[in-house]
């Protein structure tokens, strides 16, 4: 069983930082990519950023490239989202999802677990 345990979130000016966490729990992640997602109140879920766990390669939504970045502890099998210059629009609840074929998709459908979700609220 695979569990995605998140932390981190909460309430913060415009222009400010988070960092969000996701522990993954259950199998060895080595062949899997790692990704985010958010979804703000009346829109559909979006992508956000995407990494491959044993190679790290990435990729990001072009709405946050520069000011988000996706990292990951093999060590720790944690999942990071550090997020900086914050925007009211980024407002949302963001998931970390996992995805068993490794294959850093944009796409959140051809993700297989999810986390439960966290709030992000920032203020202007």
């Known amino acids: 069983q695979v569990n995605m345990v998140q932390s981190g979130g909460g309430l913060v000016q415009a222009g400010g930082s988070l960092r969000l966490s996701c522990a993954a729990s259950?199998?060895?992640?080595?062949?899997?990519?790692m990704g985010w997602f958010r979804q703000a109140p009346g829109k559909e879920r979006e992508f956000v950023a995407t990494?491959?766990?044993?190679?790290?390669?990435?990729v990001y939504a072009d709405s946050v490239k520069g000011r988000f970045t996706i990292t990951r502890d093999a060590a720790k099998n944690i999942l990071y989202l550090q997020m900086s210059s914050l925007k009211p629009e980024n407002t949302a609840v963001y998931y970390c999802?996992?995805?068993?074929?490794?294959?850093?998709?944009?796409?959140?459908?051809?993700?297989?677990?999810w986390g439960m979700g966290t709030q992000v609220t920032v203020s202007s």
């Open positions: 990494i491959e766990w044993k190679n790290e390669d990435t």
């Open positions: 999802a996992t995805d068993e074929d490794g294959l850093n998709s944009r796409d959140g459908r051809l993700y297989d677990y």
């Open positions: 259950g199998r060895n992640f080595r062949t899997y990519s």
